[in-house]
């Protein structure tokens, strides 16, 4: 458990310097990189298909249950 906590602090040491060196601690000027993600019409696609698997999902699930989930007191044999 304390060479894990050791190599963890090490860790995050090594990406404080990191970020250092990269100026992300500077307010106020560039930073070296910085990369701006934005929606293409794919990841529309892939959100909205998504979204029909678990509207099918739950569909099916309600309708066609694996397991008759019903209430057992009112089931007569």
Excluded: N
Excluded at 26 to 31: D, I, V
Excluded at 43 to 68: E, I, M, N, R, T
Aim: aromatic share 16%; net charge positive.
């Amino acid at each position: 458990m304390i060479p894990a906590l050791a190599q963890s602090i090490r860790r995050a040491q090594r990406i404080a310097v990191a970020m250092e060196a990269k100026r992300f601690s500077a307010f106020g000027r560039e930073r070296t990189y910085y990369y701006r993600i934005g929606w293409s019409l794919r990841d529309a696609g892939f959100v909205a298909s998504l979204g029909v698997c678990a509207g099918a999902a739950l569909y099916l699930g309600w309708h066609l249950p694996y397991f008759s989930a019903r209430d057992v007191r009112y089931h007569i044999i």
